[in-house]
């Protein structure tokens, strides 16, 4: 693999990784289920300052949509919202290297998925919905996985951070910053991982359809880095994306379960009988160019029957990093640091002296306050800051 490809797919990489490191886990924590810092922050809180890009969007959907472990909510009855959870950002290069070295200004969208709760999987709704994007020019034929497109248009309309949709949020700020950069050459990536992949292969087409990425002096290119996606679509999705010029890299890991579901029976492997299944209401095919990975050929993993780690999307960019083609020695091309896998999981050889699960935060959040207690800091302030109109 070319080393600057690596280093590009790693980078966008982390982007969606991004979205977990800043992701409020924690159940005791009343800002439970949204980003632990602000808008202007968060490369900052992530340790990505260096990136070249800021942050210009914060993204949310409601968690009242039946996929376990993506959505978190606190064990406390008083919380920041009841709906809605942070589910990812916009992001734009500002850097002026940084837009040189790309030759273009990029616009970033990223989104969470989940990655230690796999019980999701067996939720699927696993039945296919025609995705209807664009009603002026119609696609009925063009079917994508009935949760996913809930998850990306429902909205609820009690909720101040969920009462537009996810899609609605997305379509808003995009066409914001297209008309601010109006006449600069500019791309518009995708990235995210597992759930967050869906996610990103369904905007991206939905821009596309709309032809919002068109409405230029010359088209923008859509890239989408889908890291241990699982399938989105049926064979029309697939073949109206290419049609679009939709560019789809999706990176797996060979041992991963997520990227075989949904249609796990029938999909695009059984070509001989693909006028037949086509027509089946879950027959669902991958979309894009798929870049295999192996967990086993890497020296510093060890064996594990755990699915968690097969999925983990730290442990990818460490198997991104060691990739150098098929059939070749795996070693590392960068300093990418193999500890990061274990940061939240528990992935790596013991004779490395890495613990598993070492990231945490100072104390679990808490701060003493002025009377010496030990309380969790007030988010709200930073919350509503992050969440308002703040062009």
């Not at 900052?44 to 949509?65: E, R």
């Not at 050929?297 to 064996?303: A, D, E, G, R």
């Not at 002296?353 to 709200?380: A, C, H, T, Y």
């Amino acid at each position: 693999m070319d080393d600057i490809l690596r280093k590009e797919i790693i980078r966008y990489g982390e982007f969606a990784q991004a979205c977990y490191d800043a992701f409020d886990f924690d159940p005791f924590s009343k800002y439970c289920g949204s980003c632990k810092y602000h808008f202007r922050q968060l490369f900052h809180g992530v340790g990505m300052s260096d990136y070249g890009y800021a942050v210009t969007k914060y993204l949310y959907a409601t968690s009242n949509i039946n996929l376990p472990g993506l959505f978190q909510k606190p064990r406390v009855q008083k919380l920041w919202s009841t709906h809605a959870n942070w589910m990812g950002f916009i992001a734009v290069a500002t850097d002026k290297e940084e837009i040189e070295r790309l030759g273009r200004r990029d616009i970033v969208i990223a989104w969470r998925g989940t990655v230690t709760n796999l019980e999701w999987i067996a939720d699927l709704m696993d039945y296919l919905r025609p995705a209807e994007m664009n009603s002026m020019h119609p696609h009925p034929d063009v079917k994508v996985e009935a949760g996913f497109l809930n998850l990306y248009t429902a909205r609820e309309h009690d909720c101040r951070f969920c009462n537009s949709s996810a899609r609605d949020q997305v379509l808003s700020e995009l066409r914001r910053l297209l008309q601010k950069y109006r006449g600069e050459k500019l791309s518009i990536t995708f990235t995210g991982h597992s759930l967050g992949s869906a996610l990103a292969m369904l905007s991206a087409y939905d821009i596309a359809e709309l032809g919002l990425n068109d409405d230029q002096v010359e088209s923008i290119p859509i890239t989408v880095f889908s890291f241990a996606g699982p399938r989105v679509g049926n064979a029309a999705f697939k073949d109206r994306c290419e049609e679009l010029g939709l560019k789809f890299l999706r990176v797996v890991n060979v041992h991963d379960s997520v990227p075989k579901v949904p249609g796990i029976l029938f999909n695009e492997k059984l070509q001989m009988m693909k006028q037949w299944i086509d027509k089946l209401p879950w027959s669902y095919c991958h979309a894009g160019v798929e870049l295999a990975l192996d967990h086993m050929h890497s020296p510093f993993l060890k064996p594990t029957n755990d699915p968690s780690c097969f999925h983990n999307l730290e442990a990818y960019l460490h198997l991104l990093d060691g990739y150098h083609g098929r059939g070749q020695r795996f070693y590392l091309s960068s300093r990418r640091d193999p500890a990061l896998v274990n940061k939240a999981c528990d992935f790596l050889k013991e004779e490395y002296l890495v613990p598993p699960f070492w990231k945490q935060d100072s104390n679990k959040g808490l701060i003493k306050n002025s009377e010496g207690r030990w309380v969790q800091p007030e988010r709200i302030k930073i919350m509503e800051e992050s969440h308002t109109d703040h062009h």
